[in-house]
């Protein structure tokens, strides 16, 4: 059974920064490309990061372009998301998704809340 696990959510002030986890177990992780979406207050769910499973190119929303880091550790089934420089609009509910070669397998995880409040 897949799995996916985040962790590392929490409150912040504006400026702030936090560290997302997502541990991955049932699965082949070093084959999925690895992603962090996040759903904002009435907002849709909107990717952030995702990170390739071959030479781990990574691609950013605009809006974390130089705030947000996507790593990956294979040898611990993890994905990583460095979150700096964190304002209010990034407060949002944020989820991990795995998702194969040919993209017609996704798995998700139940998601991490970040704050971030004065």
């Known amino acids: 059974q897949v799995q996916l696990v985040e962790s590392g959510g929490g409150s912040v002030q504006p400026g702030g920064s936090l560290r997302l986890s997502c541990a991955a177990s049932?699965?082949?992780?070093?084959?999925?490309?690895m992603s962090w979406y996040r759903q904002g207050p009435g907002k849709e769910r909107e990717l952030v990061a995702s990170?390739?499973?071959?030479?781990?190119?990574?691609n950013y929303a605009d809006s974390v372009k130089g705030r947000f880091t996507i790593y990956r550790d294979n040898s611990k089934n993890t994905v990583y998301l460095q979150m700096d420089s964190l304002n209010v609009e990034d407060t949002a509910v944020y989820y991990c998704?795995?998702?194969?070669?040919?993209?017609?397998?996704?798995?998700w995880g139940k998601g991490t809340l970040v704050t971030v409040s004065s």
């Open positions: 049932g699965l082949i992780f070093s084959g999925y490309a």
């Open positions: 990170i390739t499973s071959g030479d781990g190119s990574t």
């Open positions: 998704n795995a998702r194969n070669w040919f993209g017609n397998i996704n798995y």
